[in-house]
Structure formats: C-alpha cells, structure tokens
C-alpha cells in the first residue's frame, strides 16, 4: 500500500545531541511537510518543500533544518535540541494538482524525547 | 488571516449514539478547501473528510457527514452510531484554494466514546 513512512517511531537523544528524523513515501507526492506537535495541541507547521524549493515558516527556529535529497525521501535534522523540542514530529505529503496541493497525508510520526 | 476555531476541547458521547462536533473559522477568501482528521490517541493522523467550498452538497462518508454552512462559516462534522473505534483527537483545518497549500488547524476536540 502507498504511505507515509517515518523512521524511527520513537527516538531518545541527550541535550544538545544532534538527530535526524526520516521520512519517506510511497505515494509520488511532491510535496513533503514537516510538523511539529506537542502534548494535545495541532501540529505546528515547521517547513515544506515543493518538490526541491524549501519554504521556511517564518517562526521556525533555526535549529530545525530539512534536506529533501529525492521525491521520495526528507528529512529533519535538529541541530541541537533542547528540553523545549520534545515533541511528536509528522511528516505529511501531497500532490500538486494544478498548481494548488490536495490533501495532506501524514506518517505514523516520530516521539522524540531529549534527556 | 484566516483562523480555525472548535470550541469543545473535549465531548463524550455514548457507543451507538450520535455526536456533533462544531467548527468555525474566519476568512475573506470565497474559494477553499474544509477538512476533518482524526487522531487517535499514539496513532497516525488520517483524514476524515473533506468539502471543498465551492459545492453546497455537505460531504458524506459512511457514518461521518458534515453540516457546512459556508455564510455562517460552519463546518460541523456529525459521527452517527459511534463505536469505541471513533475514541480520538479530531482537528477541523482550512486550506486556501488560491494560495499556498498550507493547513491550518483547530486546536482539537477530544472525543470520548462511552461503553
């Protein structure tokens, strides 16, 4: 079956330790988000690419950055996390129709936790 | 800019009964798209249906139907004989049709289903 797929499900890392959270998709899309989402809350959009262009949101911190090196695969890469980015981490795509992207269809999601 | 409101962070309704979950957003675009998702508690967020707003049909899917208003700015999502399965956070989002593709959420309504 087409999906979103996210790597690992859940992920640990100390305090200003770099990580690197996967994802991937089965689905063609050219489109790939990535959102953050604490405890009861929406998910906050952190960045998307349309196909290789990136579109950074404004409020982003820089910490967070994402490569895009196929269709297939995107990543997100905290340069040093602190206790604040604990937080569940969803990867979404979808596909551009007619220059206007349909829905979003989102990953299992990754739970990271920063000792 | 435009803003998704639910204004029930949680309801309970009991198994086999029918429950309305309410949202509202603000926009002075004419043209959009309306979405329910569904996030059950540690798993994946999917989607639940859709309305895109230039139809009057209210969207229908097995047991889950919306009641879009679109003057009133309205878009209620209605689970007709819940079952235990329907237990999740649902999140009413808004996307332009004109501009970029982002998503923007509601905060949620957790929904309890009653044995």
């Known amino acids: 079956d087409a999906m979103v797929i996210q790597n690992p499900r859940y992920q640990v890392t100390q305090f200003g330790k770099p990580v690197t959270l996967s994802c991937s998709q089965t689905?063609?899309?050219?489109?790939m988000y990535w959102y953050q989402q604490k405890s009861s809350q929406a998910p906050k959009l952190l960045f998307h690419y349309y196909d290789k262009d990136f579109n950074n949101e404004a409020d982003t911190p820089d910490n967070f950055q994402s490569r895009r090196p196929n269709t297939s695969f995107c990543f997100l890469d905290i340069r040093s996390p602190g206790l604040g980015d604990a937080a569940m981490y969803l990867c979404?795509?979808?596909?551009?129709?007619?220059?206007?992207?349909?829905?979003?269809?989102f990953g299992p999601g990754t739970r990271l936790t920063v000792l | 800019a435009q803003t998704v409101t639910q204004s029930q962070p949680e309801m309970s309704v009991q198994e086999a009964e029918t429950v309305t979950l309410s949202c509202t957003y603000d926009t002075s675009e004419s043209d959009y798209y309306l979405f329910w998702y569904k996030q059950p508690p540690s798993r994946q967020m999917i989607l639940v249906i859709r309305?895109?707003?230039?139809?009057?049909q209210n969207a229908t899917e097995n047991r889950f139907s919306v009641n879009f208003q679109k003057a009133a700015k309205s878009f209620s999502l209605k689970i007709s004989d819940s079952q235990l399965g329907d237990a999740a956070m649902y999140f009413c989002?808004?996307?332009?049709?004109?501009?970029?593709?982002?998503?923007?959420f509601g905060k949620g309504t957790r929904l309890h289903i009653l044995p």
């Open positions: 309305q895109e707003a230039y139809k009057q």
């Open positions: 989002a808004y996307r332009s049709a004109s501009r970029d593709d982002k998503i923007i």
């Open positions: 979404a795509t979808s596909r551009l129709n007619a220059g206007l992207a349909d829905t979003q269809y």
């Open positions: 689905l063609n899309h050219n489109v």
